[in-house]
């Protein structure tokens, strides 16, 4: 007992004693929208004009991981942020941003949501930020079955020595294909569609074993430059992502639309547009995923 | 500096610990899982207890809790079948058949979402009262005749002793309350909460160091089953080999229905009338033909295969169900339009589909099967008069 209170006096005598010259920490929360081609994102809901074709999509899953997210100062010094150990959404540090909620089409997602990082800085002037869309390295790939949350969700798995899906987007879309001639009905899904972004060509012993690298990593870091975190909001569309890509069908053989395999020909419109380089071929251009409003 | 005898601050504290555990519904539940398996989510209402487990062993066991004496929940659920029943469609009492076949129940406590098509239905405790009491099929056939029921249990002397033991609160209240459809539906719901698994081969092989608990053939099967060509991992992945789980690490439960390509009657999607997956419920055409993944835990124990029980082997589940597209890729009308987007065939060799049946083969735990606590408790089951 007595040697408790002794304890309990020494740390608050030590927390007297450091608070003056402790630095300041600020509570930081970085904000997700998601959209397709402008329009908010929702479950269920049927945007048109998406892709080559101008085709329709009805999405029924779209969520991420973001990790590694750091506030950037005036001289481009990059402080990261803490995330918040909530035991649901962040684990050390990587978040899952969820914007499904388990509603209509969406029904084998979450209904909770989540669209915000959550952590702290030290205090101080930061005028842009950088994040990483993917999860890093050393939490890729342990066992996802034992991992802690957010990693050890089923529907985020990719394999277990590949690591996670960084993005999980799932969409049916209205044009009919060769594959799938016939339409259930005109509104009804024909093609199913999907971007599932993760690291490919990991070696390893076996596919339930942690592979010692990976030869596309398929991370993409982005740096917003002028962003403001009380103002700004991170906007995430697919739209964009999708626009040089023909939603409605799906080269043969391969994964529905894009699981980022390689060989697989409907990939380089959608990993160009994620500003990754594809099967040895350099991105087009930036990366057009993520902006800000 | 001067310190007080340990023995003096510890013994008030051990005394009053060993009070309070030795109340019986204080007491802990010993779960009985290895290290590295998360421990289920246990219902608010319905918290573990070695005494409901034990009484709802003996009511899962009692033909009693059938119309005319001649069903348990064993009937449809027997344990050396992985606690299903080896048939394509159950029976009920009438010898009516069901729609569809008995799932395994083995870690149903990590289910946030039970039997195959019903996205409403999440507690055992709910669902004990569809074979109990449903009428369409007819399966346990005691729809109005609960008060004969409670009568029937009530009138056997070991059964007064173990409702008592399970539910000392509501023994308090009288007999109303300790022999009801609360306790009696709470009893079986936490005797399936302690039908675990994991002590297969494989679990062996992956958790337990064990590189040589599976065959090289069932560790080339583990690679496919992993890999990209075949997909099986993105539905039956996670530790119980179904994307349905819930967990005391995992925060938010997670569901998986699919469409598996299995029907496409009219060219559009369709399934039999009488067996269209969560659109029945959900009156959704969209979900039409999508069926919850069942765990592969056990599978080589729980032929036949699917939800209505249409394919007899492995063997054919993969050959003639997956790897076409779905079976309706094998016919005139062609692959399911509905179907999920990962159903979209493979070319396999015979070896390879060897392999995987042997990794499949890999997840059967032959010490749950024969667990004695998990058995009859009854010997033969008494019947009432």
Not at chain 2, 95 to 109: F, I, P, Q, T
Not at chain 2, 124 to 144: C, D, I, R
Request: charged residues 15%; aromatic residues 8%; hydrophobic residues 40%.
């Amino acid at each position: 007992m007595k040697q408790l209170i002794i304890a309990v006096a020494a740390l608050t005598l030590a927390a007297c004693n450091t608070v003056p010259t402790a630095p300041k920490t600020a509570q930081v929360s970085l904000n997700f929208a998601a959209q397709i081609n402008g329009q908010p994102f929702a479950c269920g809901q049927r945007y048109d004009g998406v892709g080559t074709t101008r085709s329709s999509i009805t999405p029924s899953d779209f969520r991420m991981y973001v990790s590694e997210v750091k506030l950037l100062r005036q001289d481009g010094s990059a402080v990261p942020v803490q995330m918040a150990q909530d035991g649901i959404w962040q684990h050390q540090n990587v978040a899952l941003i969820d914007f499904e909620n388990g509603i209509g089409p969406c029904r084998n997602g979450t209904t909770a949501t989540n669209t915000a990082v959550r952590g702290q800085v030290p205090a101080g002037d930061y005028v842009g930020v950088e994040l990483t869309v993917g999860v890093p390295f050393a939490l890729n790939h342990q066992d996802p079955t034992v991992a802690p949350a957010p990693l050890n969700s089923t529907a985020m798995f990719w394999n277990w020595q590949g690591g996670y899906k960084f993005i999980k987007f799932d969409t049916t879309s209205s044009g009919i294909s060769t594959d799938k001639p016939a339409a259930p009905n005109a509104m009804g899904p024909v093609t199913r569609y999907s971007v599932h972004l993760g690291s490919t060509a990991c070696a390893g012993d076996s596919k339930t074993q942690a592979p010692s690298s990976c030869q596309n990593p398929n991370r993409m870091t982005v740096r917003l430059n002028q962003f403001d975190l009380a103002k700004n909001t991170v906007v995430v569309d697919m739209g964009a992502v999708l626009a040089q890509a023909n939603v409605d069908v799906n080269a043969k053989g391969t994964s529905p639309g894009c699981m980022s395999f390689l060989k697989d020909a409907d990939c380089p419109p959608v990993m160009s547009a994620l500003g990754l380089a594809y099967d040895g071929v350099a991105a087009a251009g930036a990366q057009r995923l993520l902006s800000q409003r | 500096m001067k310190r007080l005898p340990r023995s003096l601050v510890l013994w008030p504290a051990l005394v009053l610990g060993w009070v309070l555990l030795s109340g019986s519904a204080l007491q802990a539940y010993h779960w009985g899982l290895p290290a590295w398996v998360p421990r289920p989510v246990e219902p608010a209402d319905n918290p573990m207890s070695a005494a409901k487990v034990e009484l709802g062993r003996h009511l899962f066991y009692d033909q009693r809790l059938s119309a005319d004496n001649s069903m348990s929940c064993a009937s449809c659920h027997q344990q050396d079948k992985a606690f299903t029943d080896g048939k394509s469609l159950s029976e009920g009492v009438t010898k009516e058949k069901g729609s569809r076949s008995a799932m395994s129940l083995a870690n149903v406590a990590y289910l946030p979402v039970l039997t195959w098509a019903n996205p409403n239905l999440t507690a055992l405790e709910v669902q004990a009262l569809v074979p109990l009491f449903g009428e369409h099929p007819v399966e346990m056939g005691m729809a109005g005749r609960e008060k004969e029921l409670f009568a029937r249990l009530q009138a056997d002397a070991r059964y007064r002793e173990l409702f008592a033991k399970a539910f000392p609160a509501e023994a308090n209240q009288g007999a109303q309350a300790l022999y009801s459809l609360s306790t009696l539906t709470k009893a079986i719901g936490s005797f399936q909460r302690s039908l675990l698994s994991f002590d297969s081969p494989y679990d062996r092989y992956q958790y337990g160091g064990q590189k040589d608990a599976i065959s090289a053939s069932a560790k080339r099967g583990e690679a496919l089953f992993f890999g990209e060509k075949m997909e099986c991992y993105h539905c039956h992945g996670g530790f119980t080999f179904t994307d349905n789980i819930r967990h005391q690490k995992l925060p938010l439960a997670e569901q998986g229905f699919h469409n598996t390509g299995l029907y496409n009657l009219d060219g559009r999607g369709a399934y039999p009338a009488n067996n269209v997956g969560i659109s029945e419920l959900t009156g959704n055409p969209d979900d039409m033909g999508q069926f919850r993944t069942p765990t592969l835990r056990n599978v080589a124990l729980t032929a036949p295969y699917m939800h209505d029980g249409s394919i007899p082997t492995l063997q054919q589940v993969i050959r003639e169900h997956y790897a076409q597209a779905g079976r309706a890729g094998n016919t005139p009308a062609g692959p399911n339009p509905m179907r999920s987007s990962l159903i979209a065939g493979f070319e396999i060799t015979q070896q390879e589909v060897n392999d995987v049946v042997a990794f499949l083969n890999s997840l059967t735990d032959e010490s749950f099967v024969k667990n004695p606590k998990h058995s009859d408790p009854w010997g033969k089951a008494p019947k009432s008069k």
